[in-house]
């Protein structure tokens, strides 16, 4: 069983940044591809940026030059770097463990991302 915790989130003008920080607990951190997605009010969940074992990064086009993820497998943390926000940033933003291979699948319980002035 895998646990992940995000924190980060908050209030922020347009055009500041934010940090957001996931740990996650139990084993094969190393092994998983971790992801950040978020949930915009009433719209559907999507995919914000991912980070495979081997460090290979993927963004949606929204965010590409703005958002950077990365992760620290000694502390089993993954980040998601935000920058220029936007008002369409605004969202609950959550953090996603999956190990394709043992059918591994988790989400953390989310964190508030609001940008407004």
């Known amino acids: 069983q895998v646990q992940l915790v995000e924190t980060g989130g908050g209030l922020v003008q347009p055009g500041g940044s934010l940090r957001l920080s996931c740990a996650a607990s139990g084993s094969g951190f190393r092994i998983a591809t971790m992801g950040w997605y978020r949930q915009p009010p009433g719209k559907q969940r999507e995919v914000v940026a991912t980070?495979?074992?081997?460090?290979?990064?993927a963004y949606a086009d929204s965010v590409k030059g703005r958002f950077a993820i990365s992760r620290d497998d000694g502390k089993n943390t993954v980040y998601l770097e935000m920058n220029s926000l936007k008002p369409d940033d605004t969202a609950l933003y959550y953090c996603?463990?999956?190990?394709?291979?043992?059918?591994?699948?988790?989400w953390g319980q989310g964190t508030q991302v609001t940008v407004s002035s």
């Open positions: 980070i495979t074992p081997y460090n290979r990064t």
């Open positions: 996603n463990y999956r190990v394709i291979s043992y059918d591994l699948n988790y």
